[in-house]
């Protein structure tokens, strides 16, 4: 089992920057982030897997976020510039524990997810 921890969230003005941090128990092979609106679905935010070069994000964000791990993959991160009010959401790490073939961007890809972390950017 894999448990996840998610930091970094708060309360930022419009082309502001944050930075969300998750750790992990154990080893993953795959990690990325998600996030929910109220109102609406949960959605795919950026992913990174076992190898550095392999990292894929939403067209929404990308240019303005990244996602990136430390050495030993028990730590992702997302770094988020340039925000928006509509990047208000809770923020979700998610994990993949076993090496399989998934769509990246599919919550379904995903074995462990952590609490959640509040992101709100004020106009």
């Known amino acids: 089992q894999v448990q996840l921890v998610e930091s970094g969230g708060g309360l930022v003005q419009a082309g502001g920057s944050l930075r969300l941090s998750c750790a992990a128990s154990?080893?993953?092979?795959?990690m990325g982030w998600f996030r929910q609106a109220p109102g609406k679905e949960r959605e795919f935010v950026a992913a990174?897997?076992?190898?550095?070069?392999?990292?894929v994000y939403q067209d929404s964000v990308k240019g303005r976020f990244t996602i990136s791990r430390d050495i030993a993959k028990t730590t992702v991160f997302l770094q988020m510039n340039s925000l928006k009010p509509e990047d208000t959401a809770v923020y979700y790490c998610?994990?993949?524990?076993?090496?399989?073939?998934?769509?990246?961007?599919?919550?379904?890809?995903?074995?462990?997810w952590g609490q959640g972390t509040q992101v709100t950017v004020s106009s």
């Open positions: 154990g080893r993953t092979f795959r």
């Open positions: 998610a994990a993949r524990g076993t090496l399989i073939i998934a769509d990246p961007a599919s919550k379904d890809g995903y074995d462990y």
């Open positions: 990174i897997t076992w190898s550095a070069d392999s990292t």
